[in-house]
């Protein structure tokens, strides 16, 4: 994986992403013009998502800080690098599982422990995993049985060791 | 049923933040991996409910 597209994309603010909002922005004040009522209900959704991404945010802004300051890049090369253990799998296909929120506010966390020699396998099994849902297995069970969500969530943590080794496997030609 | 696991895993709205955060590369093999396997992992529990049911 490219590590310049990393510090790119960390470091340097994008002139497209601030075209974008602006083009959002004037979208959004055209519709309200228009269609006053269904464009407060939509801002209305939108903050609504914003609400809860927050404690996610805080999360993953906690997680980074701490990764940051208390863990040192050689433990997370030992833990999560190429010589991984079974430890670090376990570890990984955890945290997937657990991890709520929208996926797009887990990146900045993966990116940084890639960063500090964590294997790209992993960060594909991190976000593999993370369609394994807790939450909603009960919910599962219900209209499906035990035994389909059983059965589902084996071949998905079969799927995502897979797509973790093929990441290992095609990773020189990935950057 | 099994394609259950295409819906999180694989989002293309978020293909464009994947992409600036790890890379273009990554980004695209990974979703077309997960495109895959989402196939494969129907296929493997209809086969499987098939064999136990």
């Known amino acids: ?175 | 049923m099994g394609g259950n696991s295409l819906a999180d895993n694989q989002k293309f709205r978020s293909i464009p933040a994947e992409m600036a955060f790890l890379g273009n590369k990554y980004a695209i093999f990974r979703n077309i991996t997960s495109f895959i396997l989402s196939i494969l992992v129907a296929v493997a529990v209809v086969a499987t409910m098939g064999v136990i049911i």
């Open chain 1, 1 to 175: 994986m490219n590590k310049n597209n990393h510090n790119k994309a960390a470091s340097k603010p994008s002139k497209t992403g601030t075209y974008f909002l602006y083009a959002v922005l004037i979208l959004y004040l055209v519709l309200f013009i228009y269609k006053a009522e269904q464009t407060k209900h939509a801002l209305l959704i939108s903050y609504n998502i914003f609400m809860q991404t927050i404690p996610i945010f805080i999360l993953v802004i906690v997680f980074m800080a701490v990764i940051g300051q208390l863990i040192k890049r050689k433990q997370v090369i030992d833990l999560l690098g190429k010589d991984a253990g079974i430890k670090g799998w376990l570890l990984v296909a955890t945290a997937g599982i657990l991890s709520h929120g929208p996926i797009y506010v887990w990146y900045p966390l993966l990116q940084n422990l890639q960063n500090n020699g964590m294997r790209n396998g992993f960060v594909s099994l991190f976000l593999y995993n993370r369609a394994v849902k807790i939450p909603t297995l009960p919910m599962m069970i219900y209209y499906f049985g035990i035994v389909y969500v059983l059965v589902f969530t084996f071949w998905m943590l079969v799927a995502s060791i897979i797509q973790a080794k093929l990441t290992d496997l095609f990773d020189p030609y990935l950057e």
